[in-house]
């Protein structure tokens, strides 16, 4: 994804430097006790900050209490103002899983009731710590009603992860929302047939900037 934005915001004319650390299986509590990810922090005076929660944490943050988001975006915010307070934190609203919670024994919220709680949960968020929040998971639910839930669209076959696609339509997401602006015009497709790319980035902009 940070390869795939980078060529992205190139191709709208942005010049920018790309960072990262995103290991698999750490979650923003690790992140946030982290010595690499506090040096990446610590190593440049950053314009934007962008974090990614789990899903479940933000649908069920009372029952999925292992991994709670809430105080680790709290505490990343505050290494992240303590190093440069003009860095404006972006939050990646998460998407729901394919399936939802129908996976797992007594949960009934398929993938729109688990999206609909990621929302609500995200919006109070921002609103509480005071981070811009780039809506994700809104335009993957937004694709999908559209296509009529085609199976692993957006999601790799694991239900969860993103295909190239799921990629390509956050890329696009995070460029309208960090820099206000529409990416329709944008060339860049990353491999996808460039009618589809161009809904994708349609479609982002139209859920960030309620274009027409």
Known sequence: LPELFMQFSRQGGKELDVDQYIPSGLFLGDHAENPITLSK????????????????GLAYPDSTTEHPVYPAIK???????????????????????E???TW??????????????????????????????????MAWSLVLKE??????????RDWNHP???????????????IFKESCADISYSSGLDPEEALYFRKMASKIVIFEK
């Open 41 to 56: 922090i610590k190593a440049d005076k950053w314009d934007y900050v962008i974090l990614q929660g789990s899903g479940p």
């Open 75 to 97: 505490k990343l915010m505050k290494n992240i103002a303590r190093n440069d307070e003009g860095s404006q934190i972006v939050f990646c609203m998460p998407w729901a899983f």
């Open 99 to 101: 399936d939802g919670m």
């Open 104 to 137: 797992k024994k007594g949960w009934n919220d398929d993938y729109d009731e688990m999206q609909q709680k990621i929302n609500v949960t995200s919006m109070q968020y921002a609103q509480e710590l005071g981070f811009m929040l780039a809506p994700v998971g």
């Open 147 to 156: 296509k009529d839930y085609p199976l692993h669209y957006l999601h790799f």
């Open 163 to 177: 295909t190239k696609r799921g990629s390509y339509l956050m890329a696009c997401v995070l460029y309208t929302t």
